[in-house]
């Protein structure tokens, strides 16, 4: 049975110290929540990785790099490596964020890259794609989405499937508050998991978490995880307050 998954990306949001206390915070409030078939992940950023990696080793909640280099090691300053991460216990990356492909360039072939060197390093990769604005207006978001999908993950073979995560996350919903409808991620989710029947066998399509992310939070959970192909979400803003994202936590 395909796991529900509730992770929370902290983008470069707060400081080592505050992240300490984050992370403190979450692995005292797990404690308390029954995880029925749920993982719990949280990305923060590169300067708490390590921390966090060593502060969860003995709870449930899992760590994630927001990011990753496609090369393996050499001359290019300012990136992390796959073998990097790993190096640190980590074994989860988000690979494709909107952020990602609007502000640093991130193409779907680039992303099929990174794809790669994070399969062939052992890591698990939480995959972000989604449609804008204009895209939802004039109708092209499946489409669009399915191009994003077989570009970057349709060259991988059944098994490296057993490695990916789904994150579908609208760009128009991302950070603005405005949320696509319970029906309309349901909708989407419903298309990408046919997709990935029609392309793998249908044991994959039924076996990959499939996550929605964009302005989720504990007033609006509910509604959106209950959705039969919504196993979870990537969560932004609300997974930068304990509060909030254990609610979520509890919410699915
Ligand atoms: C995200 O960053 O992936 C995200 C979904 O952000 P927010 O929840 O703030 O919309």
């Known amino acids: 049975m395909r796991k529900k998954i509730v992770a929370g990306n902290w983008k470069m949001n707060k400081t080592y110290q505050e992240s300490k206390v984050l992370v403190k915070e979450l692995k005292k409030g797990i404690k308390n929540i029954k995880l029925d078939n749920t993982r719990v992940i949280i990305a923060p950023p590169f300067t708490n990785l390590q921390n966090a990696s060593k502060k969860t080793k003995d709870s449930s909640v ?59 390093n ?87 978490s499939i996550l929605y992310g964009g302005s989720v939070k504990p007033a609006n959970a509910e509604e959106i995880f209950s959705k039969p192909d919504v196993d979870g979400g990537l969560i932004g803003g609300a997974a930068l307050k304990s509060e909030d994202f254990l609610a979520l936590v509890k919410a699915i």
């Open 62 to 120: 899992e760590i994630a790099a927001q990011n990753m280099c496609a090369k393996e090691s050499g001359a290019f300053t300012g990136e992390i490596s796959a073998s990097m991460i790993k190096s640190i216990h980590v074994d989860l990356v988000v690979l494709g964020h909107s952020e990602r492909r609007e502000y640093f360039g991130e193409t779907d072939a680039s992303l099929a890259a990174k794809v790669d060197t994070a399969l062939k």
């Open 122 to 208: 052992d890591l698990e990769i939480i995959f972000c794609f989604g449609e804008v604005l204009e895209d939802r207006k004039s109708g092209n978001h499946f489409k669009i989405v399915e191009e994003q999908i077989k570009k970057a993950l349709f060259h991988l073979n059944s098994d490296d499937w057993k490695n990916i995560i789904l994150a579908y996350e609208p760009v128009w919903a991302i950070g603005t508050g405005e949320t696509a409808s319970p029906e309309q991620a349901q909708e989407m989710h419903a298309f990408i998991r046919e997709l990935v029947a029609q392309r793998y066998i249908s044991d994959v399509a039924e076996e990959v």
